[in-house]
């Protein structure tokens, strides 16, 4: 596999690597074995959240209502611990 980066994204590869002392493909699989991590839990928490939407087991809220909500929230604790 063969990847091209945009300059900036090269130079910055070149400073990190000079100032750690570490091979910039040991940088860029570290980089990248993290993202894909995050990536992936990212897609099983929104692949949960749907599961939970269909099934019913919550309820979508619109965007409005769920402001609405929040903004009250928020002025209930204020009112609390005002």
Known sequence: M?????PKVQAQLN???ADTGR???AI???????????LIETRRLLNRRYDDVKSGR???VDGPTALRQLLAE???RRTETG
């Not at 860029?28 to 995050?38: G, I, K």
């Open 2 to 6: 063969e990847v091209h980066f945009t």
């Open 15 to 17: 400073e990190l690597s």
């Open 23 to 25: 091979s910039q493909d």
């Open 28 to 38: 860029v699989n570290e980089v990248l074995a993290a993202y894909l991590d995050e």
């Open 58 to 60: 919550i309820v979508a």
């Open 74 to 76: 928020n002025a209930a």
